[in-house]
């Protein structure tokens, strides 16, 4: 093999590992200005109520990169009023923000101070002072209120159970003004001049299925009550 041949050869793979690197440079280059290009530079906000915390951080992210379902979790913990985010890509650069927000179900009394809670039992939001717009809930095992934060799910079956209780109630126009639990499994709610008792020993559904019949029953017959105690496998009603 002559040494002008070989020399050839040596330069073609020079000129084929050169064009290589130029290719993957001009690669990398390309994907560099197509990701900034396409950075979130625009943030609309649909349903805002309040500052949305987090949003400077998505702006460090690519439109085209960007995880719809961490991004909705990523906000949703960062903002415990909001329920629900869903997401809308307009590209190049605006990233639309439809919110949805907790409704608070009720307030908890907890030692020094309140915890205003979702239906599912959820921390909205911590505060010094009474929220009276919505029922209160007196807990027998007073809650630390620097133990928790806005965020956590408190999850006592008792406080779990009123909360559903409470919904349940305002489904059937009965608005409850507090729910005391002052023992294991006994719920007595409070409204006006009347009360209602339930029980987290017996199922849930039976016990408003059979407080349904009740005031439906007295709506026929024009009548009131004083107290309905649905712990029993047969309703106690007192008038």
Same mark, same amino acid.
């Given at each position: 093999?002559?040494?002008?041949?070989?020399?050839?050869?040596?330069?073609?793979? *020079?000129?084929?590992?050169?064009?290589?690197?130029?290719?993957?440079?001009?690669?990398?280059?390309?994907?560099?200005?197509?990701?900034?290009?396409?950075?979130?530079? /625009?943030?609309?906000?649909?349903?805002?109520?309040?500052?949305?915390?987090?949003?400077?951080?998505?702006? /460090?992210?690519?439109?085209?990169?960007?995880?719809?379902?961490?991004?909705?979790?990523? +906000?949703?913990?960062?903002?415990?009023?909001?329920?629900?985010?869903?997401?809308?890509?307009? !590209?190049?650069?605006?990233?639309?923000?439809?919110?949805? !927000?907790?409704?608070?179900?009720?307030?908890?009394?907890?030692?020094?101070?309140?915890? !205003?809670?979702?239906?599912?039992?959820?921390?909205?939001?911590?505060?010094?002072?009474?929220?009276?717009?919505?029922?209160?809930?007196?807990?027998?095992? /007073?809650?630390?209120?620097?133990?928790?934060?806005?965020?956590?799910?408190?999850?006592?079956?008792?406080?779990?159970?009123?909360?559903?209780?409470?919904?349940? +109630?305002?489904?059937?126009? +009965?608005?409850?003004?507090?729910?005391?639990?002052?023992?294991?499994?006994?719920?007595?709610?409070?409204?006006?001049?009347?009360?209602?008792?339930?029980?987290?020993?017996?199922?849930?559904?039976?016990?408003?299925?059979?407080?349904?019949?009740? *005031?439906?029953?007295?709506?026929? &017959?024009?009548?009131?009550?004083? &107290? *309905?105690?649905?712990? !029993?496998? /047969?309703?106690?009603?007192?008038?």
């Amino acid at each position: 093999m002559s040494a002008s041949s070989s020399l050839k050869r040596y330069l073609n793979k *020079i000129i084929r590992w050169l064009f290589f690197v130029l290719l993957c440079a001009t690669a990398f280059s390309g994907l560099y200005f197509l990701n900034d290009s396409i950075k979130i530079k /625009k943030i609309e906000l649909i349903n805002s109520r309040s500052n949305v915390l987090g949003l400077e951080e998505m702006k /460090k992210t690519s439109l085209i990169f960007l995880n719809e379902k961490e991004t909705a979790d990523f +906000l949703t913990k960062k903002n415990p009023l909001i329920s629900k985010v869903t997401i809308e890509k307009k !590209y190049p650069s605006t990233l639309v923000l439809k919110l949805t !927000y907790d409704k608070g179900t009720a307030v908890l009394t907890v030692s020094n101070g309140y915890f !205003y809670l979702s239906e599912q039992g959820k921390i909205l939001s911590k505060s010094r002072k009474m929220i009276d717009s919505v029922p209160k809930i007196n807990f027998y095992q /007073k809650l630390n209120f620097q133990s928790y934060n806005a965020g956590d799910i408190i999850s006592f079956k008792d406080i779990q159970n009123g909360l559903y209780f409470i919904k349940s +109630l305002s489904g059937l126009n +009965l608005k409850v003004d507090n729910l005391d639990i002052n023992g294991v499994d006994v719920l007595l709610f409070k409204l006006n001049d009347k009360k209602i008792i339930f029980s987290s020993a017996k199922d849930k559904e039976l016990q408003i299925y059979q407080l349904e019949q009740i *005031i439906r029953q007295f709506k026929i &017959e024009g009548k009131s009550f004083k &107290e *309905i105690d649905l712990r !029993y496998d /047969k309703p106690v009603v007192r008038f």
